[in-house]
T-cell receptor, first 114, second 114 residues
Framework: DTEVTQTPKHLVMGMTNKKSLKCEQHMGHRAMYWYKQKAKKPPELMFV???????INESVPSRFSPECPNSSLLNLHLHALQPEDSALYLC?????????????FGPGTRLLVL | AQSVTQLGSHVSVSEGALVLLRCNYS??????LFWYVQYPNQGLQLLLKYTSAATLVKGINGFEAEFKKSETSFHLTKPSAHMSDAAEYFCAVSGTGGYQKVTFGTGTKLQVIP
């Protein structure tokens, strides 16, 4: 089973709202990632978690707050977002963060900020 | 630093014709290379990956890619295009860095004409 699930599929929020994106995998992967993808662009890495600890933050604004409560779950908490944050947010996982591990992606959450 | 270049942001082929999507890589160490496909409003699905075991790699849905070190290329091919192949295709490279850093190309949108 190489499945990464994400909820919700779609999310519309105002700039004063607080919402969370959820990602889940049961493949025993110990590395999980958040990517942001704007229309007609490749994914851009936001965060990397390794063994439930944040290992990489690609200079993401603090209005995005990741959380990894256990080895299967990854959340992305959203607060005071801007319209330019509207994008497809993709979660991925890999066995480890070692080089050359294959990343498996979820279907994404399409976020619209009004 | 590692990078990939995808030649042609849009490629159109007739149904039943050969599909050829081009990818050239740049890496200071032997890379791992990936092709991902993204259907409209969906996440990324791994098509195939090169891990140095064999230069000709077969993937899902009839796609294959050949690693050519002399040309620093990893082009994706399929002998006969199907309407369902219409999607965005991303070439990606992984191989250096202290963590799982995957660098994506800018993508090629494949259109299949009936």
């Amino acid at each position: 089973d190489t499945e990464v699930t994400q909820t919700p599929k779609h999310l519309v929020m105002g700039m004063t709202n607080k919402k969370s994106l959820k990602c889940e995998q049961h493949m025993g992967h110990r590395a999980m990632y958040w990517y942001k993808q704007k229309a007609k662009k490749p994914p851009e890495l936001m965060f990397v978690y390794s063994y439930e600890k944040l290992s990489i933050n690609e200079s993401v604004p603090s209005r995005f707050s990741p959380e990894c409560p256990n080895s299967s779950l990854l959340n992305l908490h959203l607060h005071a977002l801007q319209p330019e944050d509207s994008a497809l947010y993709l979660c991925a996982s890999s066995l480890r963060t070692a080089n050359k591990e294959t990343q498996y992606f979820g279907p994404g959450t399409r976020l619209l900020v009004l | 630093a590692q990078s990939v270049t995808q030649l042609g942001s849009h490629v159109s082929v007739s149904e039943g014709a050969l599909v050829l999507l081009r990818c050239n890589y740049s890496s200071s160490v032997p890379p791992y290379l990936f092709w991902y496909v993204q259907y409209p409003n969906q996440g990324l699905q791994l098509l195939l990956k090169y891990t140095s075991a064999a230069t000709l790699v077969k993937g899902i849905n009839g796609f294959e890619a050949e690693f050519k070190k002399s040309e620093t290329s990893f082009h994706l091919t399929k002998p006969s295009a199907h309407m369902s192949d219409a999607a965005e295709y991303f070439c990606a490279v992984s191989g250096t860095g202290g963590y799982q850093k995957v660098t994506f190309g800018t993508g090629t949108k494949l259109q299949v004409i009936p």
